[in-house]
């Protein structure tokens, strides 16, 4: 694979800019929890969804000003977030990552932990939410992270096997406490965020990505409801 980025893409920001994006994402967590507090919202999970829509709300604003006011780049096109040309089998190729590394997991006997996770989608209108978000808005946001910010400047430096890697180590651990901090769990996403960071860099595409990790997550809750007897026609 080669790291090079096509013309106009080329990867302009520094670690220094890593540094401040990660000084935002503290920011705007701490601001969520300010402005969601007051609401009193029942539900862990709705709750824990607001506060996750209004973080990424105040950390890409954030990353769109550093873009437009310190580089006076455009946002959209530096993250790579443009159509990959013969894309069309990424969204299948999502859906049968979700079974390979639902396999894996079984091979490496990853416990079904009461996790924080679990817990927030034991209702089913929940699961509906975590479902739509989780394959709309969370994967878009996580792209742009990790695979459109972090990837391309770690592979310009390291080259890309090691900038590849060295990108989905962080999405795996950030997962960590949503699986009550299992180290398998985090592996396993680890290996998903190394693929989604292998399509980004072949078709030089964050958007390609995007639609993997969406079509990934997307059949994961999918096999969720099919589980649950108030979704009888995912049976």
């Known amino acids: 694979m080669e790291s090079a980025e096509p013309a106009g893409r080329e990867v302009f920001w520094g670690f220094e800019d890593i540094l401040l994006f990660i000084g935002l994402a503290c920011v705007s967590a701490l601001a969520s929890m300010f402005l969601i507090k007051p609401l009193h919202i029942r539900s862990k999970g709705v709750e824990a969804l607001t506060a996750q829509f209004v973080?990424?709300?105040?950390?890409?604003?954030?990353?769109?000003?550093?873009?437009?006011?310190?580089?006076?780049?455009?946002?959209?096109?530096?993250?790579?977030?443009?159509?990959?040309?013969?894309?069309?089998?990424?969204?299948?190729?999502?859906?049968?990552?979700?079974?390979?590394?639902?396999?894996?997991?079984?091979?490496?006997?990853?416990?079904?932990?009461?996790?924080?996770?679990?817990?927030?989608?034991?209702?089913?209108?929940?699961?509906?939410?975590?479902?739509?978000?989780?394959?709309?808005?969370?994967?878009?946001?996580?792209?742009?992270?990790?695979?459109?910010?972090?990837?391309?400047?770690?592979?310009?430096?390291?080259?890309?096997?090691?900038?590849?890697?060295?990108?989905?180590?962080?999405?795996?651990?950030?997962?960590?406490?949503?699986?009550?901090n299992s180290c398998r769990h985090a592996l396993l996403i680890t290996l998903a965020g190394a693929t989604f960071g292998i399509v980004r860099q072949a078709m030089r595409s964050t958007l390609a990505a995007t639609v993997m990790h969406s079509a990934y997550n997307f059949t994961f809750f999918l096999a969720l409801m099919s589980k649950r007897e108030e979704f009888p026609a995912l049976w």
């Open 55 to 180: 973080l990424y709300g105040f950390l890409f604003l954030g990353l769109y000003l550093i873009f437009k006011l310190k580089y006076a780049r455009p946002f959209w096109r530096s993250l790579g977030f443009v159509p990959a040309a013969g894309g069309w089998w990424i969204a299948p190729a999502g859906v049968a990552l979700a079974f390979g590394i639902s396999g894996l997991g079984v091979l490496l006997k990853t416990p079904d932990l009461d996790s924080p996770m679990a817990r927030m989608l034991s209702e089913p209108t929940t699961i509906v939410l975590f479902a739509v978000f989780g394959s709309t808005l969370g994967p878009l946001c996580e792209e742009l992270a990790f695979r459109g910010l972090l990837q391309p400047l770690l592979v310009r430096n390291a080259g890309p096997a090691a900038g590849i890697l060295a990108a989905a180590l962080p999405f795996g651990v950030m997962h960590l406490p949503q699986y009550g």
